[in-house]
Protein backbone atom coordinates (compact mmCIF):
# COMPACT_ATOMS: atom_id res chain seq x y z
CA UNK A 1 0.00 0.00 0.00
CA UNK A 2 1.26 3.50 -0.68
CA UNK A 3 2.59 5.54 2.21
CA UNK A 4 0.84 9.38 2.26
CA UNK A 5 2.99 12.05 3.61
CA UNK A 6 6.59 13.06 3.63
CA UNK A 7 9.81 14.07 6.92
CA UNK A 8 12.06 16.96 7.53
CA UNK A 9 15.57 15.49 6.33
CA UNK A 10 17.31 19.19 6.79
CA UNK A 11 16.37 22.42 8.44
CA UNK A 12 18.84 25.38 7.37
CA UNK A 13 19.11 29.32 8.22
CA UNK A 14 21.44 31.19 6.20
CA UNK A 15 22.35 34.96 5.67
CA UNK A 16 24.84 37.12 3.91
CA UNK A 17 28.41 36.74 5.48
CA UNK A 18 27.12 34.74 7.90
CA UNK A 19 27.73 30.90 8.97
CA UNK A 20 24.79 28.67 7.48
CA UNK A 21 22.87 27.26 10.80
CA UNK A 22 21.41 23.58 10.25
CA UNK A 23 20.47 20.33 11.38
CA UNK A 24 19.90 16.93 10.10
CA UNK A 25 16.75 14.76 10.85
CA UNK A 26 16.04 11.24 10.24
CA UNK A 27 12.68 8.89 9.83
CA UNK A 28 11.70 7.83 13.43
CA UNK A 29 12.72 9.68 16.52
CA UNK A 30 14.49 12.64 16.72
CA UNK A 31 15.88 14.27 19.77
CA UNK A 32 17.23 17.99 20.07
CA UNK A 33 17.91 18.56 23.82
CA UNK A 34 20.17 21.14 25.53
CA UNK A 35 19.66 23.86 27.70
CA UNK A 36 17.07 27.23 27.24
CA UNK A 37 18.35 29.18 24.49
CA UNK A 38 19.97 27.11 22.26
CA UNK A 39 17.39 27.82 19.36
CA UNK A 40 15.34 24.70 20.10
CA UNK A 41 12.56 26.83 20.38
CA UNK A 42 13.51 28.94 17.45
CA UNK A 43 13.96 25.94 15.40
CA UNK A 44 10.06 25.05 16.00
CA UNK A 45 9.13 28.08 15.19
CA UNK A 46 11.10 28.12 11.46
CA UNK A 47 9.00 24.87 10.63
CA UNK A 48 5.97 25.98 11.55
CA UNK A 49 6.66 29.35 9.27
CA UNK A 50 7.50 26.95 6.67
CA UNK A 51 4.41 24.76 6.96
CA UNK A 52 2.48 28.64 5.89
CA UNK A 53 2.07 30.11 9.26
CA UNK A 54 1.76 33.67 9.25
CA UNK A 55 3.68 34.37 12.52
CA UNK A 56 7.46 34.90 11.74
CA UNK A 57 10.23 33.24 13.74
CA UNK A 58 10.65 35.44 17.26
CA UNK A 59 13.87 37.21 16.38
CA UNK A 60 16.48 36.41 19.25
CA UNK A 61 20.39 37.51 18.82
CA UNK A 62 21.47 34.88 17.35
CA UNK A 63 19.37 35.41 14.38
CA UNK A 64 20.25 38.67 13.65
CA UNK A 65 21.53 38.91 9.48
CA UNK A 66 20.12 35.51 8.92
CA UNK A 67 17.39 35.75 6.31
CA UNK A 68 16.33 32.99 4.26
CA UNK A 69 14.85 29.45 5.56
CA UNK A 70 15.31 26.11 3.73
CA UNK A 71 13.26 22.74 4.91
CA UNK A 72 14.38 19.72 2.80
CA UNK A 73 11.66 17.58 2.86
CA UNK A 74 11.22 13.78 1.71
CA UNK A 75 8.02 12.05 0.65
CA UNK A 76 7.12 8.55 1.83
CA UNK A 77 6.84 8.04 -2.04
CA UNK A 78 10.56 9.13 -2.43
CA UNK A 79 10.14 12.34 -3.94
CA UNK A 80 12.76 15.17 -2.93
CA UNK A 81 11.46 18.39 -2.43
CA UNK A 82 13.51 21.87 -0.68
CA UNK A 83 10.95 24.48 0.29
CA UNK A 84 12.78 28.42 0.48
CA UNK A 85 11.16 30.93 2.14
CA UNK A 86 12.76 34.24 2.86
CA UNK A 87 11.52 35.74 6.70
CA UNK A 88 8.92 38.25 5.93
CA UNK A 89 8.10 37.37 2.47
CA UNK A 90 4.46 35.97 1.84
CA UNK A 91 5.64 33.20 -0.68
CA UNK A 92 7.94 30.05 -0.79
CA UNK A 93 9.78 28.23 -3.88
CA UNK A 94 9.57 24.73 -4.29
CA UNK A 95 12.61 23.18 -6.08
CA UNK A 96 12.59 19.20 -6.39
CA UNK A 97 15.71 18.51 -5.74
CA UNK A 98 18.23 18.48 -2.10
CA UNK A 99 19.34 22.08 -0.63
CA UNK A 100 22.75 21.55 -1.75
CA UNK A 101 21.42 20.71 -5.37
CA UNK A 102 19.81 23.86 -5.85
CA UNK A 103 21.58 25.86 -8.76
CA UNK A 104 20.96 29.14 -10.26
CA UNK A 105 18.97 28.14 -13.58
CA UNK A 106 16.76 25.35 -11.51
CA UNK A 107 13.45 26.08 -12.18
CA UNK A 108 11.13 26.03 -9.16
CA UNK A 109 7.05 26.30 -8.32
CA UNK A 110 6.49 29.51 -6.56
CA UNK A 111 3.88 28.84 -3.89
CA UNK A 112 1.85 31.68 -1.44
CA UNK A 113 2.20 31.42 1.80
CA UNK A 114 -1.41 31.65 2.34
CA UNK A 115 -4.28 29.05 1.85
CA UNK A 116 -6.30 29.65 -1.42
CA UNK A 117 -9.40 26.90 -2.57
CA UNK A 118 -9.71 28.28 -5.41
CA UNK A 119 -5.76 29.05 -6.49
CA UNK A 120 -3.81 25.75 -6.12
CA UNK A 121 -0.41 27.06 -5.98
CA UNK A 122 -0.12 27.84 -2.49
CA UNK A 123 2.40 25.50 0.44
CA UNK A 124 -1.16 24.07 1.83
CA UNK A 125 -1.93 22.59 -1.14
CA UNK A 126 1.61 21.77 -2.05
CA UNK A 127 1.47 19.64 1.58
CA UNK A 128 -1.87 18.53 1.26
CA UNK A 129 -1.22 16.49 -2.36
CA UNK A 130 1.66 14.71 -0.51
CA UNK A 131 -0.31 14.23 2.48
CA UNK A 132 -2.80 12.50 -0.20
CA UNK A 133 -5.69 14.76 0.15
CA UNK A 134 -7.16 17.39 -2.39
CA UNK A 135 -10.60 18.97 -2.66
CA UNK A 136 -12.11 17.82 0.93
CA UNK A 137 -14.44 20.37 2.83
CA UNK A 138 -14.90 21.23 6.18
CA UNK A 139 -17.98 22.01 8.05
CA UNK A 140 -17.22 25.65 9.20
CA UNK A 141 -20.41 26.51 11.58
CA UNK A 142 -23.78 25.20 12.93
CA UNK A 143 -25.69 26.16 9.73
CA UNK A 144 -23.07 23.98 7.95
CA UNK A 145 -21.22 26.59 5.42
CA UNK A 146 -18.02 24.71 4.16
CA UNK A 147 -14.40 25.61 4.09
CA UNK A 148 -11.58 24.11 2.51
CA UNK A 149 -9.75 21.78 4.16
CA UNK A 150 -6.13 23.40 4.47
CA UNK A 151 -2.95 22.15 6.16
CA UNK A 152 -3.31 24.40 8.90
CA UNK A 153 -6.05 22.32 10.27
CA UNK A 154 -3.15 19.47 10.20
CA UNK A 155 -1.10 21.94 12.60
CA UNK A 156 -2.76 21.15 15.88
CA UNK A 157 -2.88 17.60 15.35
CA UNK A 158 0.76 17.35 14.48
CA UNK A 159 2.86 20.51 16.60
CA UNK A 160 2.37 21.18 19.69
CA UNK A 161 4.82 24.48 21.14
CA UNK A 162 5.69 24.69 24.52
CA UNK A 163 2.65 26.45 25.46
CA UNK A 164 -0.12 24.51 23.96
CA UNK A 165 1.68 20.98 25.20
CA UNK A 166 0.01 21.81 28.86
CA UNK A 167 -2.96 23.59 27.83
CA UNK A 168 -6.59 22.37 29.21
CA UNK A 169 -7.84 22.78 25.61
CA UNK A 170 -8.27 19.41 23.77
CA UNK A 171 -5.50 19.97 21.40
CA UNK A 172 -7.97 19.28 18.39
CA UNK A 173 -8.97 23.51 19.28
CA UNK A 174 -7.06 26.81 18.61
CA UNK A 175 -8.81 28.41 21.85
CA UNK A 176 -10.41 30.66 18.59
CA UNK A 177 -14.32 30.08 19.31
CA UNK A 178 -14.50 30.48 15.29
CA UNK A 179 -12.52 28.06 14.08
CA UNK A 180 -14.30 25.82 16.79
CA UNK A 181 -16.17 24.14 14.42
CA UNK A 182 -13.93 23.79 11.60
CA UNK A 183 -11.35 22.08 14.02
CA UNK A 184 -13.85 19.59 15.38
CA UNK A 185 -14.63 18.79 11.38
CA UNK A 186 -10.78 18.39 10.34
CA UNK A 187 -10.59 15.98 13.84
CA UNK A 188 -13.41 14.11 12.47
CA UNK A 189 -12.14 14.14 8.78
CA UNK A 190 -8.72 12.71 10.06
CA UNK A 191 -10.11 9.70 12.03
CA UNK A 192 -12.75 8.95 9.60
CA UNK A 193 -11.25 9.59 5.73
CA UNK A 194 -15.14 11.46 5.89
CA UNK A 195 -15.32 15.18 4.95
CA UNK A 196 -17.99 17.21 5.15
CA UNK A 197 -18.58 17.43 1.13
CA UNK A 198 -21.89 16.19 1.40
CA UNK A 199 -23.00 17.68 4.69
CA UNK A 200 -26.33 19.98 4.02
CA UNK A 201 -25.51 23.45 4.63
CA UNK A 202 -28.36 26.08 5.23
CA UNK A 203 -27.86 30.14 4.67
CA UNK A 204 -27.98 32.73 7.04
CA UNK A 205 -31.53 33.39 8.40
CA UNK A 206 -31.48 36.72 7.38
CA UNK A 207 -29.90 36.18 3.90
CA UNK A 208 -32.67 33.09 3.58
CA UNK A 209 -34.92 35.24 3.86
CA UNK A 210 -34.29 38.35 1.91
CA UNK A 211 -33.24 35.51 -0.76
CA UNK A 212 -36.78 34.12 -0.22
CA UNK A 213 -38.57 37.31 -0.74
CA UNK A 214 -36.61 38.19 -3.64
CA UNK A 215 -37.69 34.87 -5.07
CA UNK A 216 -40.89 35.61 -4.01
CA UNK A 217 -40.62 38.81 -6.16
CA UNK A 218 -39.44 37.34 -9.09
CA UNK A 219 -41.80 34.85 -9.43
CA UNK A 220 -44.91 37.31 -8.64
CA UNK A 221 -43.28 39.78 -11.89
CA UNK A 222 -42.99 36.16 -13.79
CA UNK A 223 -46.36 35.79 -12.98
CA UNK A 224 -47.53 39.05 -14.12
CA UNK A 225 -45.50 39.23 -17.12
CA UNK A 226 -46.63 35.64 -18.22
CA UNK A 227 -50.46 36.87 -18.22
CA UNK A 228 -49.74 39.52 -20.42
CA UNK A 229 -48.14 37.76 -22.80
CA UNK A 230 -51.11 35.09 -22.92
CA UNK A 231 -53.37 37.53 -23.39
CA UNK A 232 -51.29 39.62 -26.55
CA UNK A 233 -51.25 36.08 -28.10
CA UNK A 234 -54.26 35.26 -27.65
CA UNK A 235 -55.25 38.20 -29.96
CA UNK A 236 -52.55 37.34 -32.51
CA UNK A 237 -54.77 34.08 -33.34
CA UNK A 238 -58.14 35.89 -32.95
CA UNK A 239 -60.33 33.46 -35.38
CA UNK A 240 -58.20 30.46 -35.83
CA UNK A 241 -59.00 27.19 -34.00
CA UNK A 242 -56.31 25.34 -32.64
CA UNK A 243 -58.06 21.86 -33.21
CA UNK A 244 -58.67 22.76 -37.03
CA UNK A 245 -54.73 24.14 -37.84
CA UNK A 246 -53.17 20.50 -37.94
CA UNK A 247 -55.75 19.35 -40.69
CA UNK A 248 -55.29 22.23 -42.79
CA UNK A 249 -51.69 22.24 -42.31
CA UNK A 250 -51.35 18.49 -43.14
CA UNK A 251 -53.19 19.47 -46.78
CA UNK A 252 -50.54 22.17 -47.53
CA UNK A 253 -47.90 19.91 -46.63
CA UNK A 254 -49.72 17.66 -49.21
CA UNK A 255 -49.67 20.12 -51.61
CA UNK A 256 -46.22 21.70 -51.34
CA UNK A 257 -44.78 18.21 -51.29
CA UNK A 258 -46.87 17.42 -54.89
CA UNK A 259 -45.89 20.34 -56.46
CA UNK A 260 -42.13 20.07 -55.01
CA UNK A 261 -42.22 16.32 -56.49
CA UNK A 262 -43.58 17.84 -60.08
CA UNK A 263 -40.81 20.71 -59.64
CA UNK A 264 -38.28 17.65 -59.27
CA UNK A 265 -39.66 15.78 -62.25
CA UNK A 266 -39.31 18.24 -64.46
CA UNK A 267 -35.70 19.49 -63.59
CA UNK A 268 -35.29 15.96 -64.12
CA UNK A 269 -36.32 16.16 -68.07
CA UNK A 270 -34.58 19.27 -68.48
CA UNK A 271 -31.16 18.16 -67.13
CA UNK A 272 -31.78 14.85 -69.31
CA UNK A 273 -32.36 17.41 -72.45
CA UNK A 274 -29.88 19.54 -71.28
CA UNK A 275 -26.79 16.46 -71.54
CA UNK A 276 -28.88 15.72 -74.78
CA UNK A 277 -28.10 19.00 -76.12
CA UNK A 278 -24.58 18.86 -74.57
CA UNK A 279 -23.54 15.73 -76.32
CA UNK A 280 -25.38 17.35 -79.54
CA UNK A 281 -23.04 20.37 -79.65
CA UNK A 282 -19.76 18.26 -78.57
CA UNK A 283 -20.44 16.31 -82.20
CA UNK A 284 -21.06 19.61 -83.98
CA UNK A 285 -17.80 21.00 -82.69
CA UNK A 286 -15.93 17.62 -83.93
CA UNK A 287 -18.22 17.79 -87.33
CA UNK A 288 -17.00 21.81 -87.13
CA UNK A 289 -13.34 20.37 -86.80
CA UNK A 290 -13.07 18.10 -89.46
CA UNK A 291 -14.99 20.75 -92.27
CA UNK A 292 -11.72 22.71 -91.48
CA UNK A 293 -8.81 20.14 -91.56
CA UNK A 294 -11.03 18.90 -94.60
CA UNK A 295 -11.30 21.66 -96.50
CA UNK A 296 -7.74 22.98 -95.96
CA UNK A 297 -6.93 19.41 -97.68
CA UNK A 298 -9.08 20.29 -99.98
CA UNK A 299 -7.11 23.21 -101.18
CA UNK A 300 -3.82 21.68 -101.09
CA UNK A 301 -5.52 19.45 -103.57
CA UNK A 302 -6.18 22.23 -105.98
CA UNK A 303 -2.84 23.57 -105.68
CA UNK A 304 -1.45 20.47 -106.49
CA UNK A 305 -3.44 20.41 -109.68
CA UNK A 306 -2.69 24.05 -110.42
CA UNK A 307 0.62 23.00 -110.05
CA UNK A 308 0.71 19.95 -112.10
CA UNK A 309 -1.53 21.95 -115.25
CA UNK A 310 1.80 24.02 -115.37
CA UNK A 311 3.66 21.17 -115.61
CA UNK A 312 1.72 19.88 -118.59
CA UNK A 313 1.31 23.61 -119.89
CA UNK A 314 5.48 24.42 -119.78
CA UNK A 315 6.37 21.20 -121.75
CA UNK A 316 4.09 21.67 -124.20
CA UNK A 317 5.61 24.89 -125.03
CA UNK A 318 9.31 23.48 -124.63
CA UNK A 319 7.93 20.93 -127.23
CA UNK A 320 7.61 23.51 -129.90
CA UNK A 321 11.36 24.74 -129.23
CA UNK A 322 14.45 23.55 -131.80
CA UNK A 323 16.48 20.94 -131.21
CA UNK A 324 19.74 21.09 -130.17
CA UNK A 325 23.18 18.91 -129.03
CA UNK A 326 23.78 17.83 -125.42
CA UNK A 327 25.16 20.64 -123.74
CA UNK A 328 27.37 18.31 -122.01
CA UNK A 329 28.20 15.36 -124.84
CA UNK A 330 27.35 17.35 -127.82
CA UNK A 331 25.04 14.36 -129.61
CA UNK A 332 21.78 15.44 -130.95
CA UNK A 333 18.78 15.56 -128.45
CA UNK A 334 16.01 13.22 -130.10
CA UNK A 335 12.88 11.74 -128.55
CA UNK A 336 14.14 8.25 -129.38
CA UNK A 337 16.35 6.52 -126.56
CA UNK A 338 19.49 7.83 -126.45
CA UNK A 339 22.53 7.02 -125.15
CA UNK A 340 24.21 9.56 -123.65
CA UNK A 341 27.96 9.50 -122.04
CA UNK A 342 26.07 10.73 -118.88
CA UNK A 343 23.20 8.56 -119.04
CA UNK A 344 20.34 10.92 -119.05
CA UNK A 345 17.18 9.46 -118.88
CA UNK A 346 13.85 11.52 -119.27
CA UNK A 347 10.50 10.58 -118.31
CA UNK A 348 7.59 11.15 -120.40
CA UNK A 349 6.37 14.61 -118.63
CA UNK A 350 2.79 15.42 -120.05
CA UNK A 351 1.64 11.57 -119.39
CA UNK A 352 2.70 11.56 -115.60
CA UNK A 353 1.32 14.81 -114.51
CA UNK A 354 -1.47 13.95 -116.61
CA UNK A 355 -1.79 10.93 -114.71
CA UNK A 356 -1.11 12.71 -111.04
CA UNK A 357 -3.87 14.83 -112.41
CA UNK A 358 -6.27 12.30 -112.60
CA UNK A 359 -5.53 10.58 -109.16
CA UNK A 360 -5.93 13.90 -107.40
CA UNK A 361 -9.24 14.84 -109.73
CA UNK A 362 -10.48 11.73 -108.04
CA UNK A 363 -9.71 11.93 -104.32
CA UNK A 364 -10.90 15.95 -104.71
CA UNK A 365 -14.30 14.31 -105.61
CA UNK A 366 -14.23 11.93 -102.69
CA UNK A 367 -12.99 14.89 -100.51
CA UNK A 368 -16.19 17.23 -101.87
CA UNK A 369 -18.30 14.33 -101.05
CA UNK A 370 -17.11 13.84 -97.51
CA UNK A 371 -17.69 17.44 -96.81
CA UNK A 372 -20.99 17.62 -98.37
CA UNK A 373 -22.26 14.37 -95.61
CA UNK A 374 -20.70 16.23 -92.89
CA UNK A 375 -22.40 19.41 -93.75
CA UNK A 376 -25.93 17.84 -93.84
CA UNK A 377 -24.75 16.13 -90.23
CA UNK A 378 -24.18 19.45 -89.37
CA UNK A 379 -27.48 21.07 -90.18
CA UNK A 380 -29.09 17.97 -89.09
CA UNK A 381 -27.56 18.37 -85.30
CA UNK A 382 -28.00 21.79 -85.30
CA UNK A 383 -31.68 21.19 -85.40
CA UNK A 384 -31.39 18.86 -82.85
CA UNK A 385 -30.05 21.86 -80.61
CA UNK A 386 -32.53 24.30 -81.65
CA UNK A 387 -35.32 21.18 -80.51
CA UNK A 388 -33.80 20.68 -77.20
CA UNK A 389 -33.24 24.38 -76.45
CA UNK A 390 -37.17 24.93 -77.01
CA UNK A 391 -38.32 21.81 -75.06
CA UNK A 392 -35.67 22.98 -72.12
CA UNK A 393 -37.20 26.33 -72.45
CA UNK A 394 -40.94 25.32 -72.08
CA UNK A 395 -39.91 23.00 -68.99
CA UNK A 396 -38.40 26.03 -67.53
CA UNK A 397 -41.53 28.30 -68.83
CA UNK A 398 -43.64 25.95 -67.22
CA UNK A 399 -41.67 25.61 -63.81
CA UNK A 400 -41.14 29.59 -63.30
CA UNK A 401 -44.87 30.39 -64.39
CA UNK A 402 -47.01 27.41 -62.85
CA UNK A 403 -45.32 25.01 -60.23
CA UNK A 404 -43.16 27.89 -58.10
CA UNK A 405 -46.02 30.35 -57.36
CA UNK A 406 -48.08 27.77 -56.33
CA UNK A 407 -44.84 26.53 -54.28
CA UNK A 408 -44.76 30.42 -53.32
CA UNK A 409 -48.46 30.66 -51.76
CA UNK A 410 -48.32 27.69 -50.55
CA UNK A 411 -45.12 27.79 -48.40
CA UNK A 412 -46.50 31.47 -47.64
CA UNK A 413 -50.06 30.49 -46.11
CA UNK A 414 -48.59 26.82 -44.53
CA UNK A 415 -45.71 29.82 -42.42
CA UNK A 416 -48.75 31.58 -41.23
CA UNK A 417 -50.60 28.59 -40.35
CA UNK A 418 -47.54 27.23 -38.62
CA UNK A 419 -46.82 30.50 -37.01
CA UNK A 420 -50.46 30.46 -35.13
CA UNK A 421 -49.80 26.86 -34.16
CA UNK A 422 -46.72 28.06 -32.42
CA UNK A 423 -48.43 30.85 -31.22
CA UNK A 424 -50.86 28.48 -29.24
CA UNK A 425 -48.30 26.23 -28.36
CA UNK A 426 -46.57 29.24 -26.72
CA UNK A 427 -49.80 30.03 -24.75
CA UNK A 428 -50.24 26.43 -23.59
CA UNK A 429 -47.00 26.17 -22.35
CA UNK A 430 -47.11 29.91 -20.72
CA UNK A 431 -49.95 28.33 -18.90
CA UNK A 432 -47.57 25.07 -17.33
CA UNK A 433 -45.80 27.54 -16.26
CA UNK A 434 -48.22 29.83 -14.30
CA UNK A 435 -49.57 26.76 -12.72
CA UNK A 436 -45.56 25.95 -11.48
CA UNK A 437 -44.92 29.51 -10.44
CA UNK A 438 -47.94 29.67 -8.35
CA UNK A 439 -46.94 26.42 -6.72
CA UNK A 440 -43.64 27.78 -6.42
CA UNK A 441 -45.08 30.94 -4.88
CA UNK A 442 -46.91 28.99 -2.28
CA UNK A 443 -43.84 27.42 -0.95
CA UNK A 444 -42.43 30.32 -0.72
CA UNK A 445 -45.12 31.76 1.52
CA UNK A 446 -44.87 28.42 3.49
CA UNK A 447 -41.13 28.82 4.08
CA UNK A 448 -40.96 32.56 4.39
CA UNK A 449 -44.26 31.45 7.92
CA UNK A 450 -41.25 29.16 8.97
CA UNK A 451 -39.57 29.87 12.15
CA UNK A 452 -35.83 30.18 11.18
CA UNK A 453 -33.98 26.71 11.47
CA UNK A 454 -30.99 25.29 12.52
CA UNK A 455 -28.88 22.15 11.25
CA UNK A 456 -28.44 19.78 14.52
CA UNK A 457 -24.73 18.47 13.98
CA UNK A 458 -23.92 15.20 15.79
CA UNK A 459 -20.13 13.35 16.46
CA UNK A 460 -19.28 11.33 13.59
CA UNK A 461 -16.90 9.77 15.50
CA UNK A 462 -17.72 6.52 16.01
CA UNK A 463 -17.52 4.68 19.65
CA UNK A 464 -15.33 2.06 18.16
CA UNK A 465 -13.10 4.81 16.41
CA UNK A 466 -12.58 6.12 19.83
CA UNK A 467 -12.19 2.67 21.86
CA UNK A 468 -9.01 2.23 18.98
CA UNK A 469 -8.01 5.89 19.73
CA UNK A 470 -7.75 5.49 23.58
CA UNK A 471 -6.05 1.99 23.24
CA UNK A 472 -3.64 3.30 21.32
CA UNK A 473 -3.22 6.22 24.17
CA UNK A 474 -2.98 3.41 26.46
CA UNK A 475 -0.54 1.56 24.90
CA UNK A 476 1.59 4.74 24.93
CA UNK A 477 1.11 5.30 28.29
CA UNK A 478 2.14 1.90 29.24
CA UNK A 479 5.19 2.55 27.58
CA UNK A 480 6.01 5.64 29.01
CA UNK A 481 5.53 4.31 32.85
CA UNK A 482 2.69 6.40 33.17
CA UNK A 483 1.66 5.69 36.74
CA UNK A 484 -1.15 4.29 38.48
CA UNK A 485 -2.59 3.66 34.63
CA UNK A 486 -5.80 1.67 34.95
CA UNK A 487 -7.98 2.60 31.82
CA UNK A 488 -8.07 5.27 29.35
CA UNK A 489 -11.71 5.97 27.78
CA UNK A 490 -13.04 9.02 25.84
CA UNK A 491 -15.96 11.17 26.57
CA UNK A 492 -18.11 10.69 23.62
CA UNK A 493 -19.85 14.12 24.09
CA UNK A 494 -16.79 16.80 24.93
CA UNK A 495 -14.19 14.48 23.01
CA UNK A 496 -12.27 14.42 25.82
CA UNK A 497 -9.44 12.23 27.48
CA UNK A 498 -10.08 10.57 30.39
CA UNK A 499 -6.88 9.07 32.10
CA UNK A 500 -7.56 6.21 34.78
CA UNK A 501 -11.12 7.59 35.75
CA UNK A 502 -10.10 11.64 35.46
CA UNK A 503 -10.10 14.25 32.74
CA UNK A 504 -7.03 14.80 30.82
CA UNK A 505 -7.82 18.88 31.87
CA UNK A 506 -7.82 17.97 35.46
CA UNK A 507 -4.34 17.20 35.64
CA UNK A 508 -1.23 19.13 36.49
CA UNK A 509 0.94 20.42 33.35
CA UNK A 510 3.22 17.67 33.31
CA UNK A 511 0.98 15.08 32.84
CA UNK A 512 -1.35 17.22 30.84
CA UNK A 513 2.06 17.39 28.60
CA UNK A 514 2.41 13.85 28.31
CA UNK A 515 -0.92 13.38 27.77
CA UNK A 516 -1.74 15.67 24.64
CA UNK A 517 1.58 14.23 23.61
CA UNK A 518 0.48 11.01 23.47
CA UNK A 519 -2.86 12.03 22.21
CA UNK A 520 -1.51 13.34 18.71
CA UNK A 521 1.13 10.59 18.68
CA UNK A 522 -1.87 8.08 18.71
CA UNK A 523 -3.57 10.02 16.22
CA UNK A 524 -1.05 9.16 13.97
CA UNK A 525 -0.37 5.88 14.79
CA UNK A 526 -4.24 5.38 13.97
CA UNK A 527 -4.12 6.57 10.73
CA UNK A 528 -0.96 4.70 9.47
CA UNK A 529 -2.77 1.78 11.27
CA UNK A 530 -6.17 1.95 8.90
CA UNK A 531 -4.57 3.15 6.19
CA UNK A 532 -5.96 7.16 6.34
CA UNK A 533 -4.57 10.45 5.42
CA UNK A 534 -1.50 12.41 7.74
CA UNK A 535 1.39 13.55 7.08
CA UNK A 536 3.18 10.91 9.00
CA UNK A 537 5.13 13.62 10.83
CA UNK A 538 4.78 15.04 15.31
CA UNK A 539 6.71 17.62 16.11
CA UNK A 540 7.05 18.29 20.00
CA UNK A 541 8.35 21.59 22.16
CA UNK A 542 8.96 20.27 25.85
CA UNK A 543 6.96 17.81 26.64
CA UNK A 544 8.51 16.44 29.26
CA UNK A 545 9.58 19.70 30.86
CA UNK A 546 6.94 22.00 31.79
CA UNK A 547 6.51 24.93 30.67
CA UNK A 548 6.82 27.68 33.95
CA UNK A 549 6.35 31.09 32.29
CA UNK A 550 2.33 31.69 33.22
CA UNK A 551 0.62 29.60 36.06
CA UNK A 552 -3.25 28.57 36.01
CA UNK A 553 -5.09 28.90 39.67
CA UNK A 554 -5.58 25.69 39.42
CA UNK A 555 -1.91 24.28 39.38
CA UNK A 556 0.45 23.76 41.83
CA UNK A 557 4.07 23.88 41.84
CA UNK A 558 3.82 20.04 42.71
CA UNK A 559 1.99 19.81 39.91
CA UNK A 560 4.56 21.00 37.56
CA UNK A 561 7.42 18.58 38.29
CA UNK A 562 5.69 15.67 39.17
CA UNK A 563 6.75 13.44 36.04
CA UNK A 564 9.10 10.79 37.30
CA UNK A 565 12.92 10.90 36.18
CA UNK A 566 11.90 7.14 35.34
CA UNK A 567 9.19 7.67 33.33
CA UNK A 568 11.27 10.50 31.08
CA UNK A 569 13.41 8.07 29.71
CA UNK A 570 11.18 5.47 29.45
CA UNK A 571 9.49 7.89 27.06
CA UNK A 572 12.41 8.08 25.20
CA UNK A 573 12.58 4.99 24.85
CA UNK A 574 9.70 3.62 24.05
CA UNK A 575 9.66 6.29 21.03
CA UNK A 576 12.81 5.55 19.95
CA UNK A 577 11.40 1.75 18.58
CA UNK A 578 8.65 2.98 16.89
CA UNK A 579 10.09 3.03 13.56
CA UNK A 580 9.96 -0.66 14.20
CA UNK A 581 6.04 -0.96 13.95
CA UNK A 582 5.85 2.44 12.13
CA UNK A 583 8.71 2.84 9.53
CA UNK A 584 6.98 5.51 7.57
CA UNK A 585 6.52 7.89 10.42
CA UNK A 586 8.78 10.78 12.24
CA UNK A 587 8.70 12.90 15.81
CA UNK A 588 10.72 15.50 16.11
CA UNK A 589 11.11 16.54 19.74
CA UNK A 590 13.18 19.72 20.83
CA UNK A 591 13.73 18.82 24.76
CA UNK A 592 16.00 20.37 27.67
CA UNK A 593 15.87 16.77 29.30
CA UNK A 594 18.95 14.73 27.83
CA UNK A 595 17.71 10.99 26.97
CA UNK A 596 20.20 8.08 28.49
CA UNK A 597 23.00 7.43 26.70
CA UNK A 598 21.98 3.76 26.17
CA UNK A 599 18.76 4.87 23.93
CA UNK A 600 20.91 7.56 22.33
CA UNK A 601 22.19 5.37 19.32
CA UNK A 602 18.32 4.35 18.51
CA UNK A 603 17.42 8.10 17.51
CA UNK A 604 18.40 10.47 15.74
CA UNK A 605 19.76 12.33 18.53
CA UNK A 606 21.58 16.18 18.50
CA UNK A 607 22.60 18.21 21.90
CA UNK A 608 23.31 21.39 22.47
CA UNK A 609 25.63 22.28 24.97
CA UNK A 610 25.41 26.13 25.20
CA UNK A 611 28.87 26.12 26.31
CA UNK A 612 31.81 27.31 23.64
CA UNK A 613 34.44 24.97 22.50
CA UNK A 614 31.97 21.82 23.92
CA UNK A 615 30.09 19.90 21.29
CA UNK A 616 27.70 21.81 19.09
CA UNK A 617 26.73 25.25 21.10
CA UNK A 618 23.19 25.60 19.66
CA UNK A 619 21.30 26.02 16.29
CA UNK A 620 23.25 28.70 15.46
CA UNK A 621 26.82 29.00 15.38
CA UNK A 622 28.45 31.12 17.59
CA UNK A 623 31.70 32.86 17.03
Known amino acids: MKTNGFYITEIRLTGKNKEDAKIILKKGLNVISGASDTGKTYIFQLINYMFGSEDEPKAIDESIGYSTIYLEIKAYSGKEITLKREIGESTIHAYESKIDEIHVLQNYEK ?70 TAEQSAFKTVLTGVDDSEGVELEDPKIYKTRLEGKLEFVNASLKKLKEEINHKREQVEGYKADDLSNEIDKLMGVLSDNSKEINLRMEQKNRLWNQEQEIKTRILMLEELQERFKLLEKSYLSDLDRLQFLIEGDHFISQLYDSNCPICDNPITLDKVEHDHKLHLDNLQIACREESHKLDAQLSDLRATLNTLQMEYNEKDQEVKFLKQQIGEIETFIIEELKPVAILTKEHLERLLRVRQIFQEIEMNERRIADYQTKQSEIMRELSKKNQRVNFVNEITKDIYDDLANEIKKLLKGWNYPELTSVTFDYDDQELIVS ?121 VD
Open 501 to 621: GKMRKNHGKGYRAILNTAFLIAIMKYTRNNGLKHPGIIILDSPLTTYKEKTTAGDSIGSEEDISLDMKQAFFNNLSDINKAHPDVQIIIFENIEPMSEVQHKMNYIHFTKTVGVGRYGFIP
Open 111 to 180: LKAKHNKDDKDNISSFLLSLTGIEGMLLRKNARGNKISFSFRHFAGLIMLNEEKIITERIPIFSGVPTSK
